[in-house]
């Protein structure tokens, strides 16, 4: 079976395609879609259908609802997929069958290819959608649910239409964002790769004047301006920044540190941790002092970047005593301290809202506390931000993946790593058996002359 909410709520198999009568229930079942494999009480039903005005029938209903539900998926053999317990209904949709979760692992995908294959995943994301999320469905969630969608949908088209800007393929990127200039005219991401595009297909005039009609529609309908990235890019294409061209080599913001060591034995955790990230906003590093959490955070985040047009940033906080100045410290990283007279929360947040950012928070652990305050706040307000923590223990906030990275478990890893580091003292040191012996031994030595250069924050 095929179930969808982007578009009418149908399921189907085979090409017979069913709907639930009544548009309540189309609303019952396109929920526990939403929130497939999870069991949702009667009550957390009755909130998200009526809201805070739920009938005296409501449980009648909601059970009603269900058989409906179970009756419409026996006739394509599926009435199983309905769960049922003391704790409340659900559905278990099976993987790869619900276009929602199709959509969300393409796009998280996407973030880990190279520009090309992105492209053309993030283009079969797109093709999940059949129309307006939840469009036949009724209930108190439906709305809330159906922006929510549509914001990922748009950032699904901001991040291809940046994309193929960065593979120079001007009007393939103009092609993506044009309609959306008219249908959401405010939002600053669209604009600025709009403006972008016209700029680089040789109409300058047209960019600033998608420029001028953003400012009077801010000024106009909310007294606000256009933020500071966008003020930039005005000024720059006013000025014809001649950097504002694609060049051979795609320019990635951030402030990730360059490499004066080889990456030695940790690439499958990069893997794994980047896969993570594309399923979930926060993921938490975690393990004992210098066992190579920060590397690895550097990596994932290095791989990451080209996927990430607003950059990777990272903030070290291993020095930071006090948990008031947090959130400055990370606004200094980002270069946005002090821009306004707001707490530097507010303005951090407001900074990151539009943006699709990854940030890198290190040594959390003696300020697990604010940073998690932090962590919730900047999630909730800028919906394209994901943030990979390094710290001794967790941040303990919903949705979190914790990942432990232990010590090299293999000795062909950590051999490798020995020797890479040896031979940055001496060329012409060779692993052998003799070298490959412990400190200590008979012929291993307690003092080896490369030790002091290995990496500062730890072996991997």
């Not at 504002?244 to 690439?267: C, I, S």
Request: proline share 6%.
């Amino acid at each position: 079976m095929q179930f969808s909410v982007f578009g009418p709520v149908v399921v189907e198999r085979d090409g017979l395609r069913v709907s639930v009568r009544r548009s309540q229930r189309r609303g019952l079942l396109a929920l526990l879609l939403l929130n497939e494999g999870r069991l949702l009480s009667v009550d957390a039903i009755s909130e998200a259908l009526w809201g805070g005005a739920a009938p005296a029938t409501a449980r009648q209903q909601i059970q009603t609802g269900i058989h409906a539900v179970r009756m419409a998926l026996r006739d394509l053999g599926g009435e199983d997929a309905v769960m049922a317990g003391p704790a409340g209904y659900g559905i278990a949709a099976g993987y790869g069958t619900l276009d929602l979760a199709r959509f969300e692992e393409m796009t998280g995908r996407a973030r880990t290819l190279p520009p090309a294959e992105a492209a053309g995943m993030l283009r079969q994301a797109l093709a999940q959608w059949r129309g307006p999320a939840l469009a036949d469905a009724s209930g108190a969630f439906v709305e809330p649910a159906r922006s929510r969608l549509e914001d990922q949908r748009l950032a699904a088209i901001e991040d291809l239409a940046q994309i193929e800007l960065a593979r120079g393929n001007t009007e393939a990127a103009l092609q993506e964002i044009r309609p959306l200039v008219e249908t959401h005219p405010l939002r600053e991401r669209i604009r600025e790769s709009h403006m972008l595009a016209l700029y680089r297909a040789g109409r300058p005039t047209e960019a600033l004047e998608s420029f001028r009609d953003l400012r009077a529609r801010l000024a106009e309908e909310h007294g606000l301006a256009p933020g500071p990235a966008l003020v930039a890019l005005h000024q720059r294409i006013i000025e014809a920044d001649p950097a504002l061209l694609p060049g051979p080599v795609a320019r990635t913001r951030g402030n990730l540190p360059a490499d004066t060591t080889t990456f030695v034995g940790r690439r499958a955790e990069v893997t794994e941790v980047a896969r993570l990230l594309a399923g979930s906003r926060l993921v938490t590093l975690t393990g004992v002092g210098g066992v190579g959490k920060t590397r690895l955070a550097v990596h994932v985040g290095r791989d990451l970047a080209p996927q990430t047009p607003d950059g990777v940033w990272l903030v070290d906080l291993s020095g930071l005593g006090d948990p008031g100045l947090v959130a400055e410290t990370v606004g200094e990283a980002l270069g946005v301290a002090g821009q306004t007279a707001r707490p530097p929360a507010d303005e951090l947040r407001d900074h990151l809202a539009d943006r699709r950012t990854l940030l890198i928070l290190d040594t959390c652990e003696h300020l697990v506390d604010a940073c998690a305050h932090l962590t919730e706040s900047l999630l909730r307000g800028a919906p394209g931000l994901r943030v990979l923590a390094t710290s001794r223990e967790a941040l303990a906030l919903p949705g979190e993946r914790v990942y432990a990275v232990r010590p090299m478990a293999g000795s062909g890893d950590g051999a490798a790593l020995f020797a890479e580091r040896a031979r940055d003292v001496d060329r012409e040191f060779a692993l052998t058996a003799t070298t490959t012996r412990s400190p200590g031994s008979a012929t291993g030595s307690t003092a080896s002359p490369w030790r002091s250069s290995w990496p500062p924050y730890g072996c991997a």
